[in-house]
């Protein structure tokens, strides 16, 4: 298990006077106040947010001055899938984003783009500057008859335009959808379709890892293949080609002027549940889920988990390594709500060189910086020093993707120093957020999250809805609802896949997919998904246990465990990419199935272990162990497109023995 052993020192504590200047202790008073009791430390907040959810997302919407009209009732009781907040609401989610901004000459959005084997400082946007941006967009969907609740489909890469488009959209009540433009041609559709989108708006070029790619074509096939568009956007060079793919009465028109004209924006408010954005499952297990996501409870969920787990202030600066299709795109932005200044990073994660996220937090000032688990393990396998990387004003890393090993979090911790939060998050594109993550009023131990998000009833269910004990694996489960429970997916009139994909199992207990464990001080440990757990002789094995063990390898940069169908039973299969200089011999084997047998158990060491060069990642950077059992078993690997490499499944499948 990933959980600390009593006794253990954290790898980060708060300081009397950080902890006292968080959000989150003026919070923990306010809300003592709205009880009438005071309360101790975050535990008992949280208890309270559960206890009485009426007041405890009153008080958020309070205390963070929402603009809109909050109505009488705060929630009304309700069964998942059914989640009733502020049901009397009217609301605009690009109103409250754009709130702290409209008069304001601060800079609001920075950028930092690829240049020539270096990063450079993109152009920035004033609050003012930003907010006439995106009154100009609304306008221009105006002008061409969107509507409230039209979808809009954005295939772009990180950057202001993406920022502009999305608000604009918002500020008239149309719903809006990204996909970032690495995807190909059919993996675009297959997510825009569903939604028969109105509006398209893309770039035919972009940038990535130093090489400039011409996405003029795939840009074409995707116009060609969504009938119901009635105009295309275009962000930067227009060859003809989508011009020449429109159907019927679509036009392909440029998009800065559309973003040029001196407009404030009008913005419709609307109920609370009026969906603001369409989010897709990675499409790994099949066709992409559409799952639709409420403006106000992304709003209100957002502004828990910044304001107060992530504790972001006016005047911070945000920087959250993501590409345009995954949810922390969506999570991000919400920054501008509390008056936090948005950092966008425009290109890959590793160029010019593997700690070149931490290059642009130094670079643009960066207060809190977001990147993935995985990236840091490969910081930590190389040696990579960050002392002075990061630069004086960062405060914070937020960690997701993926567990962020103890070893890892510890190595962070002595490269950081005891002035940095780190802050591990965990949750997910279903809820657009998080259900675990950090607290800046307590310490954080090496190997879990510090605890649940305030107002989300997350717990670890063993068997027949038992409540695991502590340090037992079980599943992570909600048990409440709350704010940004799906408005449901796309095309399921009836609700039918929503209750199926979360509800099946215990039915009102909203079920996530991944196997956890809590610990003694109420900590969570994600050990990995659970439609990627191991069953080996009918015992269920984490994945993430094995990658843990491996997490100090000398041999090992990075690692696979898959079951493989084999003799009647499963095997363990690990693939391995070796550390620079390193050789995967019959002694490294052993000393890797020794390391592994010594912090799991004898169950868990794989019965082979075969050397790659690559291992196939989602567009977020996940790896993805469904794929490989898929393509090893010469079974249909659904959502292929949804992977950066699938090449690496080709080379796999030829490496791992069959016989």
Same mark, same amino acid.
């Given at each position: ?49 559960? &206890? ?9 919407? &309070? ?17 998942? *899938? ?7 609401? +009217? ?71 993406? #920022? ?61 293949? #969504? ?10 060079? &227009? ?14 028109? *440029? ?13 419709? +408010?609307? *109920? ?134 103890? *070893? ?92 199926? @994909? ?37 015992? +269920? ?18 690692? #696979? ?58 567009? @977020? ?39």
């Amino acid at each position: 298990m990933m959980v600390q052993p009593e006794g253990v020192a954290p790898a980060w504590s708060p300081t009397v006077e950080s902890a006292e200047l968080a959000r989150m202790s003026a919070f923990r008073r306010a809300a003592g106040v709205r009880a009438g009791r005071e309360f101790q430390a975050t535990p008992d907040l949280h208890q309270w947010s559960l &206890d009485d959810m009426p007041a405890f997302w009153a008080l958020v919407w &309070d205390f963070f001055s929402v603009v809109g009209d909050r109505g009488v009732t705060a929630v009304r009781p309700s069964v998942m *899938p059914d989640a009733v907040f502020f049901p009397e609401s +009217r609301i605009n989610l690009a109103e409250n984003l754009l709130a702290p901004w409209a008069d304001s000459d601060e800079i609001a959005v920075a950028l930092v783009r690829e240049g020539d084997g270096l990063l450079s400082a993109g152009d920035s946007l004033t609050g003012r500057q930003l907010t006439q941006r995106v009154g100009s967009f609304a306008e221009a969907l105006r002008e061409r008859g969107v509507v409230a609740g039209d979808r809009i489909g954005l295939v772009l890469p990180v950057g202001p335009d993406a #920022l502009v488009c999305t608000l604009g959209a918002l500020a008239i009540g149309a719903v809006v959808s990204s996909v970032s433009p690495e995807f190909g041609a059919p993996s675009i559709v297959d997510r825009l379709g569903q939604l028969q989108p109105t509006v398209l708006v893309a770039a035919p070029f972009y940038r990535w890892s130093g090489k400039a790619f011409n996405r003029s074509d795939n840009v074409a096939e995707v116009v060609r293949a #969504l009938p119901s568009l009635r105009v295309v956007f275009l962000a930067g060079e &227009d060859d003809g080609a989508a011009a020449r793919a429109c159907q019927g009465e679509c036009s392909v028109v *440029p998009l800065e002027p559309a973003l040029s004209r001196d407009v404030q924006p009008s913005y419709e +408010r609307l *109920p609370f549940d009026h969906p603001a954005y369409v989010l897709f499952s990675s499409g790994t297990t099949g066709k992409p889920k559409c799952l639709i996501h409420r403006g106000g409870g992304v709003l209100l969920k957002h502004l828990v988990e910044l304001g107060l787990h992530a504790d972001i202030q006016p005047a911070d600066r945000l920087l959250f390594y993501t590409t345009t299709s995954w949810m922390m795109w969506n999570w991000q932005i919400s920054c501008l709500a509390l008056g936090a200044t948005l950092v966008l990073h425009d290109g890959a994660p590793t160029y010019p060189s593997a700690s070149a996220l931490f290059t642009s937090a130094k670079m643009t000032s960066a207060t809190h910086l977001g990147l993935s688990a995985r990236l840091l393990d490969h910081l930590r396998a190389e040696g990579i020093a960050l002392d002075g990387e990061a630069g004086r004003a960062l405060r914070q890393v937020l960690v997701t993707g993926s567990p962020l090993s103890p *070893p890892t979090a510890e190595w962070l911790a002595d490269e950081l120093g005891p002035n940095v939060m780190l802050n591990p998050i965990s949750g997910g594109t279903d809820l657009v957020g998080c259900f675990v993550g950090g607290d800046p009023t307590r310490p954080f131990f090496a190997g879990e999250m510090t605890g649940p998000i305030l107002g989300t009833a997350v717990d670890v269910y063993a068997e027949a809805t038992r409540r695991a004990d502590d340090n037992e694996a079980g599943e992570l489960v909600c048990l409440q609802p709350f704010p940004t429970v799906p408005v449901g997916i796309w095309g399921d009139a009836t609700g039918e896949r929503l209750r199926a @994909t979360y509800f099946d199992m215990w039915p009102g207990i909203w079920v996530h997919g991944d196997r956890a464990v809590r610990s003694s001080t109420g900590g969570v440990a994600i050990l990995g998904r659970s439609d990627a757990t191991l069953n080996v002789g009918g015992v +269920r094995i984490g994945t993430s246990e094995i990658y843990a063990a491996l997490a100090d390898h000398p041999v090992v940069a990075d690692s #696979l465990a898959f079951g493989q169908e084999w003799d009647g039973d499963t095997r363990i299969v690990l693939l391995v990419v070796t550390s620079r200089d390193a050789e995967l011999d019959e002694a490294a084997k052993a000393s890797i199935k020794s390391a592994i047998r010594a912090a799991c158990s004898p169950r868990h060491v794989p019965a082979v272990i075969v050397e790659v060069a690559d291992l196939p990642r989602t567009q @977020t950077g996940k790896i993805s162990e469904i794929a490989v059992r898929e393509a090893v078993h010469g079974r249909e690997v659904k959502g292929i497109g949804a992977l950066a490499n699938p090449e690496s499944l080709d080379a796999i499948v030829a490496a791992v023995p069959t016989d």
